[in-house]
T-cell receptor, first 115, second 109 residues
Framework: DTAVSQTPKYLVTQMGNDKSIKCEQNLGHDTMYWYKQDSKKFLKIMFSYNNKELIINETVPNRFSPKSPDKAHLNLHINSLELGDSAVYFC??????????????FGPGTRLTVT | GQNIDQPTEMTATEGAIVQINCTYQTSGFNGLFWYQQHAGEAPTFLSYNVLDGLEEKGRFSSFLSRSKGYSYLLLKELQMKDSASYLCAVMDSNYQLIWGAGTKLIIKP
């Protein structure tokens, strides 16, 4: 019954590795997001994906690449992991972008630690 | 640049009332959201304001003044479970949410 799910919940890996985080939503929403929450608790949007249109945040390094096989899934692939990538990554979804009142539903988060 | 300001931390007593303020400067405005985030958990939606005034929802109310770039979240009859971070977020002209760093609310018995 989980609305937005992410796997894994915890991810510990070494610098230079490549890893993926998976996200699935069963709400029938059109829009999905990836956020990064750092140690100072700022939530920063990384990507939003609306009906197969990817909106890229230009401050995100190109080592990060989202992949959406279908409307219910938005995975995040990270190449050549760096120490500064350590953070909690949240996936979220909303009904769409057409109405600003649409709230976002968040997944439980993936705590990534790069050593 | 875009900026959301809210106090870092506040302390209140169980049963009391607390007001958490948020001021914002963004490129455009398409609404303001308040989310609650318990430690180690995901943010969950509390309220949405797009017009000036007060929106009441049970023990929680949210106020907006667009001309002042200001909002507050009012929590009444505080309970221990209200201990959490409260995040203010503004939707800008590109329909992207700009988030504040959150206010950590500590409730004491």
């Amino acid at each position: 019954d989980t609305a937005v799910s992410q796997t894994p919940k915890y991810l510990v890996t070494q610098m230079g590795n490549d890893k993926s985080i998976k996200c699935e939503q069963n709400l029938g929403h059109d829009t999905m997001y990836w956020y990064k929450q750092d140690s100072k608790k700022f939530l920063k949007i990384m990507f939003s994906y609306n009906n197969k249109e990817l909106i890229i945040n230009e401050t995100v390094p190109n080592r990060f690449s989202p992949k959406s096989p279908d409307k219910a899934h938005l995975n995040l692939h990270i190449n050549s992991l760096e120490l500064g990538d350590s953070a909690v990554y949240f996936c979220a979804s909303s009904q769409g972008l057409a109405d600003s009142s649409y709230e976002q539903y968040f997944g439980p988060g993936t705590r990534l630690t790069v050593t | 640049g875009q900026n959301i300001d809210q106090p870092t931390e506040m302390t209140a007593t169980e049963g009391a009332i607390v007001q958490i303020n948020c001021t914002y400067q963004t490129s455009g405005f398409n609404g303001l959201f308040w989310y609650q985030q318990h430690a180690g958990e995901a943010p969950t939606f509390l309220s949405y304001n797009v017009l000036d005034g007060l929106e009441e929802k049970g023990r929680f109310s949210s106020f907006l003044s667009r001309s002042k770039g200001y909002s507050y979240l009012l929590l009444k009859e505080l309970q221990m479970k209200d201990s959490a971070s409260y995040l203010c977020a503004v939707m800008d002209s590109n329909y992207q949410l700009i988030w504040g760093a959150g206010t950590k609310l500590i409730i004491k018995p």
